[in-house]
C-alpha cells in the first residue's frame, strides 16, 4: 500500500519556512524556484504550486513556488482564494510564498540559482541581472525562444498551461505515489476555469481533455464517479467564473491591476494591458455613482506607471477594447499604425484549420463619451471574441514596433 505523502497545505507551510531559513542563511543553491506570471491568475498559480509538490516529493528536487503578488493583495482574485480553499488549503493565501515574503536584504535578481517557469517563457526583469539560471519551462504561450540550453521545454498549444504541467508529472504520479489529492484537486480548478470546463472548443486541446481525466480521478471529485467530460467540470467551472466576476467591492485602481502585465518594445515605448471582467459603461456608471470620473482614475493608473500606451480588455460576456496613449511619447505615426492595425490585422485561427482568419471585428463606439484628459483615447466593441490578451498582447507589441503583426503570445 502507498505511503501518503504530506498534504498540499502541510507540504506548503514546512516548504516555505525551510526555504526561508535557508534563504537567510544563504544556503539557496539546492533550491529550485519556480515561478508563474506576473499577473497571478488561477492557472498560474495553480501550476507553480502543485509544480513544486511534484518536483520535490516525486523527483526529490528541492523546489518552491514563489507567487509575484503581494500577500496582502490576494483578495483582488476572489476565484484563487476560493480553489484554494476547494483544494484544503488555507483560503487567505498564507500558505503561499509571495513576493513580499522576501525582504529586501535578498536581492530577487542576485538570491536565486535555478529557476523553472511555468505559464510563460521569460524571466521577468526583476529577476535578471544575477547568476540565476532557467531550468526548465512549461507554458503555453508563444515561445519567445529564450534559455534554449534549459534541461526541458515543454512549451505548446494548451488550454490551460495546469494541464501541461500534469502531463510532465503523469509517468511518476502513480497510485503508489501517494501524492495528496489536493494537489489534483488545484490543478484542476486550472483547467476548468482557462477552458470554461472543456467547453471552448476554440481553446481545448487533447492534452486538456487527457490530463483532466487524469486529474479529476486523482482529485477529491473523483470520488464522484467517474470522468464524464464537461459535465463532471460544469458546477466547478460555474463557481470560479462567479468568483471571477465578482469585482463589485473594488476600485478601478484595483480593477487595473487585478489581472496586469506590461512589457517594453524595442523602441522604448511602456505598454501596460488590463483585462477586467466589467462592462465599460457599467464601470464607469459606478465610478460615477461613487462621486469618481472614470478617466480620472484610468489617468492616475497610467501616470503610476509611467505608461506610453494602456489597453483595457473587457471580458464580461462581450469583449471591448479602450486604449489610450500618451501623444507626448508615441510618435503620431506609431499611433496611427496602432490603431489602423488593431482595426484590421488578421488573427492566425487558433486551430490553423482551413478558412479565412479574423480581424478583432472592432467596431467603433462613443459609449464612453469624450474624455477630458490629455491622453488620446480609442474605445471599441470587439466582435472577435476568440481574441483575449494572448492575442492582443503580441498584436500590440508588433504594431508599436513596426514589425509584421503576428498574434498568439502574451494572455
Known amino acids: 500500500m502507498a505511503t501518503p505523502l504530506p498534504s498540499l497545505a502541510e507540504f506548503l507551510r514546512q516548504n516555505k519556512q525551510q526555504f526561508l531559513q535557508d534563504l537567510d542563511a544563504n544556503n539557496v543553491d539546492k533550491w529550485t524556484v519556480v515561478m508563474g506570471n506576473e499577473a497571478g ?8 504550486v502543485a509544480y513544486s509538490y511534484l518536483a520535490s516529493k516525486l523527483q526529490n528536487t528541492p523546489t518552491v513556488a514563489l507567487v509575484q503578488t503581494r500577500q496582502d493583495d490576494l483578495y483582488l482574485r476572489k476565484e484563487n482564494l476560493y480553489a484554494l480553499d476547494f ?68 512549451i505548446e498549444a494548451a488550454g490551460s498551461c495546469t494541464s501541461l504541467v500534469a502531463r510532465h508529472f503523469e509517468k511518476e504520479w502513480t497510485v503508489e505515489s501517494g501524492v495528496s489529492p489536493d494537489v489534483a484537486t488545484l490543478l484542476l480548478t486550472g483547467v476548468a ?9 476554440d481553446e481545448v486541446k487533447p492534452v486538456d481533455e487527457s490530463s483532466a481525466r487524469f486529474l479529476y480521478a486523482n482529485s477529491k471529485l473523483g470520488q464522484q464517479g467517474s470522468f464524464q467530460g464537461p459535465e463532471s467540470l460544469e458546477g466547478l467551472d460555474k463557481k470560479l467564473d462567479d468568483k471571477k466576476d465578482d469585482v463589485g467591492d473594488l476600485s478601478t485602481n484595483d480593477l487595473l491591476r487585478r489581472d496586469y502585465k506590461d512589457f517594453d518594445t524595442s523602441n522604448n515605448l511602456k505598454v501596460g494591458l488590463a483585462s477586467v471582467p466589467l462592462r465599460l459603461k457599467a464601470w464607469a456608471k459606478r465610478d460615477k455613482d461613487q462621486g469618481k470620473n472614470f478617466f480620472d ?40 499604425r496602432l490603431f489602423h492595425g488593431l482595426e484590421t490585422s488578421k488573427i492566425p485561427r487558433k486551430d490553423k484549420s482551413p478558412g479565412e482568419d479574423k480581424t478583432l471585428e472592432l467596431k467603433e463606439t462613443d459609449k464612453l463619451g469624450k474624455p477630458n484628459h490629455p491622453k488620446h483615447t480609442r474605445v471599441w466593441d470587439q ?27 502574451d494572455s
Open 41 to 48: 491568475d488561477l492557472d498560474t498559480i495553480a501550476s507553480s
Open 193 to 201: 476555469i482557462d477552458t470554461r470546463g472543456l467547453s471552448k472548443p
Open 297 to 336: 482614475e484610468v489617468e492616475a493608473y497610467f501616470a503610476k506607471h509611467n505608461l506610453s500606451v494602456l489597453g483595457i480588455l473587457t471580458t464580461k460576456r462581450e469583449r471591448e477594447l479602450l486604449f489610450l496613449t500618451n501623444k507626448d511619447t508615441v510618435p503620431a505615426d506609431v499611433e496611427k
Open 383 to 409: 466582435g472577435n471574441k476568440e481574441a483575449s490578451r494572448k492575442v492582443i498582447a503580441p498584436l500590440v507589441k508588433s504594431l508599436l514596433e513596426g514589425q509584421s503583426a503576428e498574434a498568439g503570445g
Open 87 to 154: 483544494s484544503n488549503l488555507d483560503s487567505t493565501g498564507a500558505d503561499l510564498l509571495c513576493i513580499d515574503d522576501i525582504s529586501d536584504s535578498h536581492p530577487l535578481n542576485t538570491s536565486f540559482s535555478k529557476y523553472v517557469l511555468v505559464d510563460h517563457n521569460t524571466l521577468e526583469d526583476v529577476f535578471e541581472g544575477g547568476a540565476g539560471k532557467v531550468v526548465g519551462i512549461i507554458d503555453h504561450h508563444a515561445d519567445e525562444g529564450n534559455y534554449p540550453d534549459a534541461a526541458f521545454r515543454e
